[in-house]
Nanobody
Framework: QEQLVESGGGLVQAGGSLRLSCAASGRLFSTYSMAWFRQAPGKEREYVGGISRRVGNIDYADSVKGRFTISRDNAKNTVYLQMNNLKSEDTAVYYC?????????????????WGQGTQVTVSS
C-alpha cells in the first residue's frame, strides 16, 4: 500500500510562493498518476491538478492555471506543487493523491491513496 506524506505548507503573504512536496513510500510510485487536491473550511475537496505517471500529461484546474506547476521526480518518489502568485482564496489544506494507471481524473473517488494534508494559509 502506498503511503503519501506532504510537506512544505505554511503561512505566506498574497503574491508570494510556496512549494509543496509529496513523498511516496512504496516502490510502485512510477506506476501511479498523482494529483493535488485542496479543501478550504466549509467547502468540498477540489481538484488542483495532476500529472500522469509517464509525465505525458499534466492537468490544472482553471483557478490555478498559469500560477501553479506540478512536477514529479520518479527517482525520488516525489511529486511537487509549485505555487506562485498566491491569493487568499488559495488558503486550504492541500492533499496529494495517487491512482494506478496513466489517466488523470478530477474526482476524489478515483484516487485510492491520500496523504494527511498540509495547511497553506495566504494572508492578504
Amino acid at each position: 500500500q502506498e503511503q503519501l506524506v506532504e510537506s512544505g505548507g505554511g503561512l505566506v503573504q498574497a503574491g508570494g510562493s510556496l512549494r509543496l512536496s509529496c513523498a511516496a513510500s512504496g516502490r510502485l510510485f512510477s506506476t501511479y498518476s498523482m494529483a493535488w487536491f485542496r479543501q478550504a473550511p466549509g467547502k468540498e475537496r477540489e481538484y488542483v491538478g495532476g500529472i500522469s505517471r509517464r509525465v505525458g500529461n499534466i492537468d490544472y484546474a482553471d483557478s490555478v492555471k498559469g500560477r501553479f506547476t506540478i512536477s514529479r521526480d520518479n527517482a525520488k518518489n516525489t511529486v511537487y506543487l509549485q505555487m506562485n502568485n498566491l491569493k487568499s482564496e488559495d488558503t486550504a489544506v492541500y492533499y496529494c493523491a495517487a491512482r494506478e494507471g496513466n489517466l488523470l481524473y478530477s474526482r476524489v473517488a478515483e484516487y485510492a491513496y491520500w496523504g494527511q494534508g498540509t495547511q497553506v494559509t495566504v494572508s492578504s
